[in-house]
């Protein structure tokens, strides 16, 4: 990712799809997650969780990401290894020696 929006998707369904889980990997990193179904949903890490309206995140909807400035981060939008459900016909495998 570069600092300023970056589109993205998960690979894969995450057991545990709340946003604030799924964003583990990149947090403090960013500002804003905006998702695109249903009018737009938003999701500041600074707000209070009821003031979000993007609740949870999946393989089957993309998201933009706000990264700020200075921080480097250099990974998609993933769910950790230890935290996607493999999905008949994806693609997806685990790495060899893993789970």
Do not use: C
């Amino acid at each position: 990712m570069v600092e300023d929006w970056n589109l993205g998707s998960l690979f894969a369904n995450p057991f545990n799809s709340g946003v604030s889980v799924v964003q583990i990997p990149i947090a403090g990193q960013y500002v804003v997650i905006q998702g695109f179904d249903q009018g737009g949903p938003s999701y500041y890490p600074d707000l209070p969780p009821g003031l979000n309206t993007l609740e949870q995140m999946d393989a089957e909807h993309g998201a933009r990401t706000r990264i700020t400035a200075g921080t480097g981060a250099a990974r998609h939008l993933s769910a950790s290894d230890d935290d996607v459900t493999p999905r008949p016909g994806s693609g997806w495998a685990p790495r060899p020696g893993s789970g």
